[in-house]
């Protein structure tokens, strides 16, 4: 299986459901009056930074709803033999590279406030948030990010509060439609607690199971 290339390191099937949208970025920085800089939240837009809360987190649980996918018949034909197949049966346990790299951020937004999170509860919980699995997740978002190779122009304006310019955090990007996209992994998805238990029985190609992470 091809890696690293739009074209041929893809889950062929849901490549079908690309299609390029115009997309207006948000949550740009303002300036006050005092010149105190501040972050313009978008109304009607889900909250995914801020002081932790259960909207916060319920926000990216749905954004992650997608994270872990069965795919079996012609939906699995790029990822077969490369993966773990579920015992008895023709699904192959894989999902999106968007997914894993949200997930990334996600954590690393996590370990901003160790103290909240760490109220959740579990040793495992504890475990998500060392240093090493962090550091994984920075380099992890940076190697998605510069093989996605946004090459939409940086704008500025002049700030005359500050006087110097101002980054423009909501111009316009072509972006490949997130709607269709999250549709067809939410399609496949499954939910990762109920199946864990089964990795156990999984076999893979290789001697070694892939990580969750």
């Not at 889950?11 to 948000?26: H, N, Q, Y």
């Not at 500025?156 to 955090?169: C, G, Q, V, Y």
Request: charged residues 25%.
């Amino acid at each position: 299986m091809s890696t690293g290339h739009f074209s041929f390191g893809s889950v062929d099937p849901a490549t079908e459901t690309i299609r390029l949208v115009t997309k207006r970025f948000s949550g740009g920085l303002e300036v006050s009056p005092n010149g105190t800089i501040y972050r313009l939240a978008s109304p009607g837009e889900a909250a995914y930074v801020g002081e932790p809360s259960k909207q916060i987190d319920w926000a990216w649980e749905e954004l992650l709803r997608g994270l872990y996918i069965d795919l079996d018949g012609e939906d699995a034909k790029s990822v077969r033999g490369h993966t773990i197949q579920w015992p008895g049966t023709e699904k192959w346990f894989s999902g999106l590279n968007i997914y894993h790299s949200l997930h990334c951020l996600n954590l690393v937004r996590q370990g901003f406030y160790p103290d909240y999170y760490a109220m959740e509860g579990s040793a495992e919980h504890g475990s998500l948030h060392a240093d090493v699995h962090v550091d994984h997740c920075i380099d992890y978002i940076r190697q998605t990010l510069q093989c996605s190779a946004d090459l939409s122009p940086i704008e500025w304006e002049w700030n005359t509060i500050l006087n110097k310019p101002m980054f423009k955090a909501d111009t316009a990007h072509t972006c490949r439609d997130w709607t269709a996209i999250d549709g067809w992994a939410r399609e496949r998805s499954f939910d990762w607690k109920e199946k864990r238990p089964a990795l156990s029985q999984a076999h893979t190609s290789s001697s070694e199971a892939p990580s969750k992470y």
